[in-house]
């Protein structure tokens, strides 16, 4: 079994497209942070309703530092991250079955349930690896030009303030929390992979998926409220929990309980699917 992870490791980043996702990150990340140093500090402060803190109290310390402009990030930035996610999950298999080398393969020792297992296991992982990619870079960015501090949380009823070690345990779970949320995509991505033999369908039928799913997660339309529960859209966002204070561990827990079961069910729905389909080519 090592093997074969092995093996679809070795395949999978001597893909070209496998760096599309990085080099995106590593691109457009620096591109978000000088562009804050520079002249986006005034905005990001009203955007955080720092304007009302201001207006009551006296502000002192590095408010505006790594932790804040992460969090900024995150909100911005998570909305593409599923495409970066479908460009290499929904490879994995779609790649090979299109190339003509996916029934070689099979006609090798290793059994259909091994050779998915391991597809799987290299889709988690580059999600995985992709996520922290964009947590070190975020941190090391953040630091390099604002500096740790104190993170201010702020809504309409109270707000509250996280020592720098606090905000960056915070950080990190968000970043988990969002990992866990992308591995769904990742799955999903998966799923679509099997079902067809291009690269392009599981990267259209995935976005297609997770654009209106969100749609109607997040639609204030009381016709879609029977269906959210329904939708794993709904239960993503689970890593901006990260940021409540007291952390809402009961919501965190459930959400992320669902959030699993969606990622086994299209897991499990996709090994089903390529264990009873013919492969021709």
Request: proline share 3%; net charge positive; hydrophobic share 60%.
């Amino acid at each position: 079994m090592l093997r074969l992870v092995r093996l679809e490791w070795i395949k999978t980043f001597h893909k070209w497209r496998t760096y599309i996702g990085f080099a995106a990150i590593g691109f457009f990340l620096p591109l978000f942070f000088i562009a804050v140093k520079l002249g986006g500090e005034t905005e990001a402060v009203k955007f955080h309703q720092f304007s009302i803190l201001k207006e009551h109290f006296i502000i002192m310390g590095n408010l505006f530092n790594a932790f804040l402009v992460t969090r900024m990030l995150m909100m911005t930035f998570f909305v593409h991250i599923p495409f970066l996610i479908a460009l290499m999950a929904g490879d994995v298999v779609a790649s090979e079955a299109t190339a003509g080398t996916l029934r070689m393969i099979l006609t090798r020792p290793p059994s259909r349930l091994q050779l998915i297992l391991a597809k799987i296991v290299i889709s988690l992982l580059y999600t995985f690896i992709l996520i922290m990619f964009m947590a070190t870079l975020s941190f090391s960015l953040g630091y390099l030009l604002f500096g740790f501090g104190e993170l201010v949380l702020v809504n309409s009823n109270q707000f509250a303030v996280l020592t720098a070690t606090e905000s960056f345990w915070r950080c990190l779970l968000a970043y988990a929390l969002a990992f866990l949320a992308m591995s769904v995509v990742a799955a999903l991505a998966f799923l679509f992979s099997v079902l067809v033999e291009n690269a392009i369908g599981p990267i259209v039928g995935t976005m297609t998926v997770v654009i209106i799913s969100l749609i109607i997660s997040e639609a204030p339309i009381s016709l879609f409220k029977a269906i959210r529960p329904y939708l794993f859209t709904t239960y993503a966002s689970v890593w901006m929990k990260a940021f409540s204070e007291p952390l809402p561990w009961q919501t965190i827990l459930i959400s992320s309980g669902y959030l699993i079961l969606f990622m086994l069910f299209f897991f499990g729905v996709a090994y089903v699917i390529f264990q009873r389909k013919d492969i021709l080519c």
